[in-house]
């Protein structure tokens, strides 16, 4: 069995969970970015509570790492990090690029066929971003790059793209190619549990000492 904390933070929707053997069983979520860190320290406390879970009783803590927001990358892996030595519970870091992916996935029917680019906002016409296949390997590792009509040209010329997350929006105004695709993905608990519940499995934990957040590009807040 496993009982894992889960923490993200570093998008526009913050959010904590607990899920259970990959199936969460609460959870409280924050939609103003910039109260992430204030909500973090009360949601714990009040999810604990809620879903009758002790910290002892944890098997392990889960955390996006980035990219996404600076400040909110740097909230969810300091608190992610101090549970850990303090209950002496293993760390699970999580990419939040493929974390979307993996939610772009359960929601497609066939998703052999097509890749997947996760897009987060990183002002203007920057976005952190990536590419991935259908078991979530990279095939452009990630990056914050500029979305102009041109974006992603190479990959669109031969197969379908499903484009998601919250830099999406930059690209659809723009784009042209009928292989892009849109996609809305929401409820992203589900899928970090399922993530993070493969991960403890397979023991497949952080090193404290050297946990490095994803930042790409320092200082976006």
């Avoid at 971003?129 to 500029?146: K, S, Y």
């Amino acid at each position: 069995m496993s009982l894992i904390l889960m923490i993200d933070t570093a998008q526009e929707i913050a959010f904590v969970s607990i899920s259970k053997d990959g199936v969460p069983i609460g959870h409280i979520q924050n939609d103003i970015q910039k109260e992430h860190a204030g909500f973090l320290h009360i949601a714990i406390q009040d999810l604990l509570k809620s879903s009758e879970v002790e910290l002892k009783d944890l098997d392990a803590i889960s955390v996006t790492k980035g990219p996404g927001s600076y400040t909110g990358i740097r909230v969810g892996m300091a608190s992610a990090i101090g549970l850990s030595y303090a209950l002496n519970k293993p760390i699970i870091h999580i990419c939040s690029l493929k974390l979307l992916t993996s939610a772009a996935v359960n929601k497609i029917i066939d998703p052999t066929l097509v890749l997947f680019c996760p897009m987060i906002d990183a002002r203007r016409m920057e976005v952190f971003t990536g590419l991935f296949d259908v078991n979530l390997e990279p095939i452009l590792a990630p990056d914050a790059l500029i979305v102009d009509e041109h974006f992603m040209e190479d990959f669109l010329t031969e197969k379908s793209v499903y484009f998601i997350g919250s830099g999406k929006d930059k690209f659809e105004k723009i784009c042209k190619n009928e292989n892009a695709q849109f996609l809305e993905v929401e409820n992203l608990h589900f899928d970090m549990a399922s993530l993070s519940n493969f991960y403890y499995k397979n023991k497949s934990f952080a090193s404290i000492e050297s946990f490095e957040p994803a930042y790409i590009k320092a200082f976006q807040g």
